[in-house]
Nanobody, 118 residues
Framework: VQLVESGGGLVQPGGSLRLSCAAY????????MSWARQAPGKGLEWVSG???????YYKDSMKGRFTISSDNTKNTVYLRINNLTPEAAAVYYCAIASGRHSGAIDYWGKGTLVTVSS
């Protein structure tokens, strides 16, 4: 199994990004996929998940600005982040998780760095 994230970069406050996670040797349509993040000096934080039935979930503080989606034809999961603030700066990881918290993360990719700065 391999999860490859992309789409991170430097964004100004208030800007938007769409992160991508290409999955190999597994079908995202059959697995509970998640995004997690780790800010400098902090632990891993579960952000959002999309379950095999298409249901989506978000950490309460992420609702409204984060949107998770998937394209099963491309075997890719996305995370769109709107109205970025400096507090959103982190390494974002695509993950396989059995629940909606960091302790439920079973496997994750190498991550993509999001920097928010003017």
């Amino acid at each position: 199994v391999q999860l490859v994230e992309s789409g991170g970069g430097l964004v100004q406050p208030g800007g938007s990004l769409r992160l991508s996670c290409a999955a190999y040797d597994l079908a995202v349509s059959r697995v509970a996929m998640s995004w997690a993040r780790q800010a400098p000096g902090k632990g891993l934080e579960w952000v959002s998940g999309i379950w095999s039935a298409g249901s989506t979930y978000y950490k309460d503080s992420m609702k409204g600005r984060f949107t998770i989606s998937s394209d099963n034809t491309k075997n890719t999961v996305y995370l769109r982040i709107n109205n970025l603030t400096p507090e959103a700066a982190a390494v974002y990881y695509c993950a396989i998780a059995s629940g909606r918290h960091s302790g439920a993360i079973d496997y994750w990719g190498k991550g993509t760095l999001v920097t928010v700065s003017s």
